[in-house]
Each structure stands twice: as C-alpha cells, then as structure tokens.
C-alpha cells in the first residue's frame, strides 16, 4: 500500500524514424499496460511531437535522456540503417539492465551476432520467422520446419533469451526447458502486434522479472489479450491497438488485485 512509481521500475523505449512512429508508439503503450513504475522513449525529433502527444503517460526524449533504467527496448520502428546498428551494438556493450532487441534491432545484427552473445546484460530477442532467418542465414521455410529445435539452437549461441514468433510462439533460454505458448490467434497476425509484445516484454523484465520468465509471461499475456480482442471484435477486424486495450482483462485472469 505505500509503494511508488520508483518500486516498479523504468523501462526505455528507444525506435521510430520519419514516417514510422506508430511502432515505438505502441511498444511504448504496452510498457505503460505491463505494471511498470515509468516508462522512457527516446525518439527522433522529427516524430517526438506525434509520440509525445499519442502516449501522454511516457517522458518523451529527442535526445538521449538521463536516467536510471531498470530495461531497454531497442528497436521498433527505427529502420535498418548504419546509425541503428551502432546504436544497438553500443547498447550491447554498455548496458548493465536487461535490453530486448526487436523488429529492425535484430535484424542490422545479421553480421554482427557475436556481439550479442558477448553482450554485458540480460539480452531478449523478439524475431518473427523472417529475422530470425536473416539473422542466421537461413530461409523462412527452413526455420518454420524446425522451430523449436533452431529457437534452443539461437538461445545457446548467442547466450539470450530467444522469442521465435509466430502460431505457438517459442520462448528458449540456455540451459531451460523451453516454453510453447497456446494463447493467440490469427486475427493478431497484423502490424504493430509484435510491439506490444516487445513493450509488454520490457516492462515485465524491468520489474526485475528472470529474462526468460518475463518472455514466457508476456507471450502469454499477449496471446491472451489477442484472444479476448478477437471474442470482441473477431479475429478479421481486430488491430494491434485492441490488444493493448485488452492488456488490462488479460492481466485480470492472473492477478489477485
């Protein structure tokens, strides 16, 4: 009953670029549903009025921020470019809290995986099929036909935890059990879906949940919260945003409060 913002951690949300702001938007939206105390983004200045103005609850950064995070999520939004890649690569090297990397984060690391392994925090990555193939070099359909065995494969070498998504998301850590998710449905495979999974992920691990634990938990929240969208408004209507809506009732069937 006493307890703060300040007990419930501080996740940073770093993506977005010009014409893409819809993704770190949403990522950050679904930090704020997770539970966590403060949530952080830091955007490019020419999409900082429309985040700011869109997730009101978030301090929204043009530059990079002061501050003490309990996790990062690189990612969303950001586009593949030079500058990306040595934003995420310094983050691997520096970081000290858990940091989820997502959507182009994961991809601009395809030659350069080695960092990840050698990283200096908890890392979480979030690959649909398509980065996860890019990532290794592999086609998408190699790695549909073997999921769980390339997700314990990804999760050992580089030494993270791994998010393979997609029907019966796989959550594999090194040295864990791995975990098949059954919630979800086919009305979420849409845009922005997978950054409301990346900001849930984040805002769990900045709670100071495990790594691994905090993946399991938000995959199948997630997937929970897509069902009780697709119930209200059928799987064919249903967007990334209702999901988000729907955080809170998902979160309802596991808590006592």
Do not use: Y
Request: with cysteine; hydrophobic share 45%; net charge negative.
């Amino acid at each position: 009953r006493s307890a703060h913002k300040g007990d419930f951690g501080h996740v940073l949300c770093i993506g977005g670029s010009k014409g893409f702001s819809g993704a770190i938007t949403m990522a950050s939206k679904a930090a704020l549903r997770s539970g966590v105390g403060l949530v952080s983004a830091f955007v490019p200045e020419t999409i900082h009025s429309l985040v700011a103005l869109t997730v009101p609850e978030a301090m929204v950064h043009s530059s990079f921020p002061d501050g003490k995070w309990s996790s990062v999520l690189v990612g969303p939004g950001m586009g593949r470019s030079a500058t990306t890649r040595e934003q995420v690569l310094h983050l691997l090297e520096s970081s000290k809290v858990p940091l989820v990397l997502d959507a182009d984060a994961i991809t601009v690391l395809a030659d350069h995986i080695d960092a990840i392994a050698a990283a200096s925090c908890p890392v979480i990555l979030t690959p649909h099929p398509g980065e996860f193939a890019a990532l290794f070099d592999l086609k998408v359909d190699e790695v549909q036909e073997d999921r769980l065995t390339l997700a314990k494969m990804a999760a050992a070498r580089l030494r993270a935890t791994v998010v393979l998504k997609g029907a019966g998301t796989i959550v594999a850590a090194p040295d864990r059990p791995a975990g098949i998710n059954m919630t979800g449905n086919p009305g979420m495979a849409s845009g922005g879906s997978g950054d409301v999974l990346a900001g849930l992920l984040a805002g769990l691990a900045a709670q100071g949940m495990d790594p691994c634990e905090a993946a399991c938990a938000a995959v199948w929240l997630h997937g929970h919260a897509g069902d009780l969208a697709a119930a209200e408004k059928s799987q064919a209507s249903m967007i990334a945003t209702d999901i988000i809506d729907k955080l809170p009732e998902a979160f309802r069937a596991v808590s006592c409060r």
